[in-house]
Structure formats: structure tokens, C-alpha cells
């Protein structure tokens, strides 16, 4: 149960993106407005919408903001109509990535994400292209602190249904298949664990190095632009990058 993490070295700079305080609020309300649309208002029985309020709750969103997103999604509150969409591209060197968007303008979120592809070295290609190089996973991230017994963390996690337990330097990674992520997220939560990352992700298969400088200037540059875009919630990439960027 132990391995190099694949996750680690695709998560971008995420004190930067964290800092970004107002586009996270926004891309966080859409997921709970899309998932309290298409599961129902009750997280206890909807788990995307359980797993969006977290992340809510991680990134101090306010509990208003967070019920009125809700009410938003249920209906009991006039709301934009999301839709979500994958696309699927590759950058420059090669580099494969999928982005997820909830928009309520199709048009223009694509030509958006075109534009972005296509100023940055790289191409957007169509749909399956790419992600049958990644699998989907949920990932949860408990930090290292005194106290945390790291093989009776292990034992909790394999017994609840994880599927890996990885330790690195700071925090423990653990992954699990997408059907068995709640039930292992809430049975660890239960036993007292908090999670600084507790998501459904695509994991790269493989990752793949850049060495031309201009490849990664613009490989960074490519993810910036995406994960600056409203509509954008997640961006998942192959790149294996530079310590010095993560």
C-alpha cells in the first residue's frame, strides 16, 4: 500500500489558486448549485453535494453563501442554469489535459478554452482524446501532526474500502475508487481525521517531463489561464512538473 504519488505532482500551486479568495467562492457555488439541481437538497443522502460542501466549508465560505447556493440549485431560489462539460486537449510537448466546466454559456466558455490551448503552444482535441490516460479517483490528503499513528491510520483506511496509502513528507495520500470515496472519507472523518484535500480527481496513468524552457513557461502559463476562468473548476494534466512550481 505504498507508492510514488502521481497526485503530488500534478496539484498547481495550490496556495496560489487558495489566495484567489473570490473565484473560488464562485467556482465552489456552482458546485453546490449543479449538485443540489441533480441530487436533491440533502447531502446526508447526496454525496456530491456532501463532498461540494466540504470543500466549501474547507475554503471558509460563509454558511449563507452556502445555503443559498443550495436553495439555488433546489430550486427555492431563482439560479443560473450550469451546465457541465469536460474538454479534453493537449498542451505544448505533448501534455494531456482535461479540464471541467460548469457554464451557463456554452459558446463562449469553448471558444474561451480554445483561445487559451491555442495561445499557449497547445491544441484542444475531442472528446476522448485524452482522458483514457487517466483514472478517476477519490483523494483524500491528511496532513502529518503529532499524534497520527500512521499505521493505524493505514489499517482504518484499508478497512473502510481505500484502495492505496501513500506517505510522503507532509501528509499521508490516500485513494480509493469513486463508488467507495464517501464511505471511506466519512468512516475516517468519524474516527477524527481531518482532510486538507478530500475530492474525486483524474489521475494521471503516467506523467510526462518537459525540458524545452518555452514548453514549460507556456505549459505554466496554459494552467494559470485555465484555472483564472470562472467557468473552469478543475484542471487535471500529465505534466510532471518542476519542484520548483508545485
Not at 2 to 9: L, M, P, R
Not at 175 to 189: H, Q
Not at 193 to 215: C, G, H, K, V
Request: glycine fraction near 8%; proline fraction near 2%.
Amino acid at each position: 500500500m505504498a507508492g510514488h504519488s502521481k497526485w503530488a505532482n500534478i496539484k498547481h500551486r495550490k496556495g496560489k489558486q487558495d489566495a484567489k479568495r473570490a473565484k473560488i467562492f464562485t467556482k465552489l457555488t456552482r458546485a453546490i448549485i449543479v449538485a443540489a439541481r441533480e441530487g436533491g437538497a440533502d447531502p446526508e443522502y447526496n454525496a456530491a453535494l456532501k463532498t461540494a460542501i466540504e470543500k466549501a466549508k474547507a475554503a471558509n465560505m460563509p454558511n449563507d453563501n452556502i445555503e443559498r447556493a443550495i436553495k439555488k440549485g433546489a430550486g427555492e431560489l431563482d439560479g443560473v442554469n450550469y451546465e457541465e462539460i469536460t474538454y479534453e486537449g493537449y498542451g505544448p510537448g505533448g501534455i494531456a489535459v482535461l479540464v471541467e466546466v460548469l457554464t451557463d454559456n456554452r459558446n463562449r466558455t469553448a471558444s474561451d478554452i480554445r483561445h487559451y490551448f491555442s495561445k499557449f503552444g497547445g491544441n484542444l482535441g475531442s472528446t476522448g482524446c485524452v482522458s483514457f490516460m487517466f483514472d478517476r479517483k477519490g483523494v483524500l490528503i491528511i496532513e502529518k501532526e503529532e499524534g497520527i499513528d500512521e499505521e493505524e491510520l493505514m489499517m482504518q483506511a484499508i478497512e473502510a474500502g481505500a484502495e492505496d496509502f501513500i506517505t510522503e513528507e507532509e501528509y499521508f495520500e490516500i485513494t480509493t475508487s469513486p463508488e467507495d470515496f464517501a464511505t471511506v472519507r466519512d468512516s475516517l472523518k468519524q474516527a477524527g481525521y481531518t482532510f486538507t484535500t478530500a475530492e474525486i480527481s483524474f489521475i494521471p496513468q503516467n506523467t510526462t517531463r518537459l525540458t524545452d524552457e518555452d514548453d514549460i513557461k507556456n505549459m505554466t502559463k496554459l494552467i494559470d489561464a485555465l484555472e483564472d476562468n470562472d467557468d473552469v473548476q478543475n484542471v487535471y494534466h500529465n505534466w510532471e512538473m518542476p519542484e520548483d512550481l508545485e
